[in-house]
Each structure stands twice: as C-alpha cells, then as structure tokens.
C-alpha cells in the first residue's frame, strides 16, 4: 500500500478535526458530520485533500459544501473532489 493511502493513527485523525474548527456553525456540522462518518477510514491522501479545503474562507468552503461552487484552479483535483462527495453525501 502506498504511503498516501496509509490509514490515519487516531493521533493524526485528532489533530486533523481540531485544526478543521471553523467559525461558521453550518461548516462545523458538514465537519462534524464527516469526521463521525469517514474518521476511521482516511488516508493520508484524504488528509491532504482535506486541509487544502481548510485552507479557504468560511463561505468559500460553504458554498462548496452545498454544491453552489465546485472546485477550481489547484483545488480541482480528483482527491478534493472524492473528499468533497464524502462531505455531500447525506
């Protein structure tokens, strides 16, 4: 198995959901939602993927949740995408 689709130690699954608190309560629930669904099941690859989406302002982030937007420019690779279907899926 290759590194980046190593399963995640509970450790890094931690740390990735504090460092995803954000400051609009909508995105939190999305989160929320999808650690307690996928948590034990990610990979590095979805760490990734994950933090790039972190990486965006709140509305930004929101509007990709609720499918107003899809991903663009670096965002827009199949990794981002797959964690994004995870985050929709209800």
């Given at each position: 198995m290759a590194a980046a689709d190593t399963l995640l130690e509970q450790r890094e699954i931690d740390l990735l959901r504090w460092r995803s608190r954000r400051g609009l309560?909508?995105?939190d629930l999305y989160i929320e939602r999808f650690f307690t669904t996928y948590g034990h099941q990610l990979t590095q690859r979805h760490a990734d993927a994950w933090t790039a989406l972190m990486n965006l302002a709140d509305n930004d982030l929101m509007n990709l949740f609720l499918r107003r937007t899809?991903?663009?420019g670096d965002l827009d690779t199949p990794e981002v995408t797959a964690v994004l279907?995870?985050?929709r899926k209800r």
């Amino acid at each position: 198995m290759a590194a980046a689709d190593t399963l995640l130690e509970q450790r890094e699954i931690d740390l990735l959901r504090w460092r995803s608190r954000r400051g609009l309560v909508e995105n939190d629930l999305y989160i929320e939602r999808f650690f307690t669904t996928y948590g034990h099941q990610l990979t590095q690859r979805h760490a990734d993927a994950w933090t790039a989406l972190m990486n965006l302002a709140d509305n930004d982030l929101m509007n990709l949740f609720l499918r107003r937007t899809e991903p663009q420019g670096d965002l827009d690779t199949p990794e981002v995408t797959a964690v994004l279907e995870m985050v929709r899926k209800r």
